[in-house]
Every structure is written in C-alpha cells, then in structure tokens.
C-alpha cells in the first residue's frame, strides 16, 4: 500500500505479538519500524548496554520521522515516544497464549528457523515467562494504563494483535495519515 503516514506505538508483554505486528505493519504501509530493544542494546557478538543518553538519542532520531511503529515493551522511559504517536496499542492477550509463543519463538531461534535478536538460554526462558511477564501483569501493565492516561484518546487496548491490523485500517481509511 504504501503512503501512510502515521506514528504507532506498540507496547504489551514477552511474547504478545508486538515484533510480528510491527513487521506486518511496516511492511503493510512502507513504515519504519523500530525496537525498544534495540534502542537499549549495542548489537553484536557481545551484546552491551547502551548509555540512557545514547538510549533516549535514538529514540528521539525515531521519533522525529514523520512515520514510525515502535514497538517494545518499555515504559520507564520513552514518554516521547506514547506523546508523539497518533495511535497508541496495549496488548494484552491471553496469558496462555502468550506465554506458549515465548517457548515457540524459543524453540524456532534456536533451531535457527527465525531470527533472533540476542542469545536465547533456558535461564532466559525462564525469566520471560516467570519473572518479566508475571511482572508485566502485575505491576508493568497498570503502570503503563496510569502513565499513558493523558494519551487515552489516542491508546487502545487490544487482547489480540490482528484487531491492531483493523484500527490502523479504519485509520487510513478515514484520510487520517
């Protein structure tokens, strides 16, 4: 399609759907699409922590481009990126599912059949399904839903990523982007 200009931010938990979205999305409409995590990681052999300052730089670049989908699941800094944006998607899908597409993306990555981003463990697995995602629920989500608040006209809470697909088409359709 192509043409769209429009500024999504994605945020949900691990395994929620944000990067297959993103990637539809973006090719969908022609949009550039960025990670959180790759804002906060130097990519390579050696994965290293970006400084907040080279963090929030990049991120400031994203969102200075007239489109965008950034999706990721962090909060704690970024506001600029849920300000910015025309619209703003919270996923919450079933935690089942969920949490079966972490093991999925687990199993594909390291079968080499999907792209990964960084070196996945079982040490790691565990800790998206029972410490990051158990987290997110508890205390990530409501902490998202308060500081997003101000941005409520603009974000919407979807349970499945394709409903996202649907909104950004009504957009379009409205002669919004």
Same mark, same amino acid.
């Given at each position: 399609?192509?043409?769209?200009? %429009?500024?999504?931010?994605?945020?949900?938990?691990?395994?929620?759907?944000?990067?297959?979205?993103?990637?539809?999305?973006?090719?969908?409409?022609?949009?550039?699409?960025? $990670?959180? #995590?790759?804002?906060?990681?130097?990519?390579?052999?050696?994965?290293?922590?970006?400084?907040?300052?080279?963090?929030?730089?990049? +991120?400031? $670049?994203?969102?200075?481009?007239?489109?965008? %989908? %950034?999706?990721?699941?962090?909060?704690?800094?970024?506001?600029?990126?849920?300000?910015?944006?025309?619209?703003?998607?919270?996923?919450?899908?079933?935690?089942?599912?969920?949490?079966?597409?972490?093991?999925?993306?687990?199993?594909?990555?390291? +079968?080499?059949?999907?792209?990964? /981003?960084?070196?996945?463990?079982?040490? /790691?697995?565990?800790?998206?399904?029972?410490?990051?995602?158990?987290?997110?629920?508890?205390?990530?989500?409501?902490?998202?839903? $308060?500081?997003? $608040?101000?941005?409520?006209?603009?974000?919407?809470?979807?349970?499945?990523?394709? #409903? %996202?697909?649907?909104?950004?088409?009504?957009?379009? /359709?409205?002669?919004?982007?």
């Amino acid at each position: 399609m192509g043409g769209l200009h %429009i500024r999504i931010r994605i945020i949900g938990g691990c395994g929620s759907g944000k990067s297959f979205i993103a990637r539809e999305l973006s090719e969908r409409y022609g949009i550039p699409y960025y $990670e959180t #995590d790759n804002f906060v990681w130097e990519r390579g052999p050696e994965d290293s922590r970006r400084s907040p300052e080279a963090r929030d730089a990049r +991120l400031l $670049e994203a969102v200075a481009g007239k489109e965008w %989908i %950034i999706e990721g699941v962090h909060y704690k800094w970024g506001i600029e990126s849920f300000r910015q944006a025309d619209l703003i998607f919270v996923i919450t899908p079933n935690k089942y599912v969920r949490d079966l597409r972490v093991v999925q993306r687990f199993m594909k990555t390291n +079968l080499g059949l999907e792209r990964r /981003n960084y070196r996945q463990s079982l040490k /790691n697995l565990y800790v998206m399904l029972f410490e990051w995602n158990r987290d997110f629920d508890r205390e990530g989500l409501p902490k998202i839903l $308060e500081l997003t $608040e101000e941005f409520a006209a603009k974000r919407i809470v979807v349970t499945n990523n394709r #409903d %996202i697909l649907k909104y950004v088409g009504e957009y379009a /359709n409205q002669g919004r982007g």
